[in-house]
């Protein structure tokens, strides 16, 4: 059981940065592995990119790999997405999710039992 507010979304042009915060509540924050999925109008939810309970593994899709960045500060019990070098195509909601299931972390939605409210990421051309 654990609670998620996502922040930090908005508008910017092509090839700028946003950085998504994602904040929980509870003591047991550092239980979770933690992950960022996308849903763009029209298409499926997405999974962008995982990192592990300590901080020390992380997973990437391939059309951000290279571009985004997951970290988390279990002390402020936030996880975080670095956007760099955004295209058209990275517009969607944005969603904070946390996993309890076993494993290091995981990449498909089933596996999170927790979920954010979303913020919305919009890149124009």
């Known amino acids: 059981q654990v609670q998620l507010v996502e922040s930090g979304g908005g508008l910017v042009q092509a090839g700028g940065s946003l950085r998504l915060s994602c904040a929980a509540s509870g003591r047991t924050f550092s239980t979770y592995y933690m992950g960022w999925f996308r849903q763009a109008p029209g298409k499926e939810r997405e999974f962008v990119a995982a990192?592990?309970?300590?901080?020390?593994?992380?997973v990437y899709a391939d059309s951000v790999k290279g571009r985004f960045t997951i970290s988390r500060d279990n002390a402020k019990n936030t996880v975080y997405l670095q956007m760099n070098s955004l295209k058209p195509e990275d517009t969607a909601v944005y969603y904070c999710?946390?996993?309890?299931?076993?494993?290091?972390?995981?990449?498909?939605?089933?596996?999170?039992?927790?979920w954010g409210q979303g913020t919305q990421v919009t890149v124009s051309s």
């Open positions: 990192i592990s309970r300590s901080g020390g593994r992380t």
């Open positions: 999710a946390a996993g309890s299931y076993p494993g290091t972390y995981a990449s498909t939605h089933d596996r999170y039992n927790g």
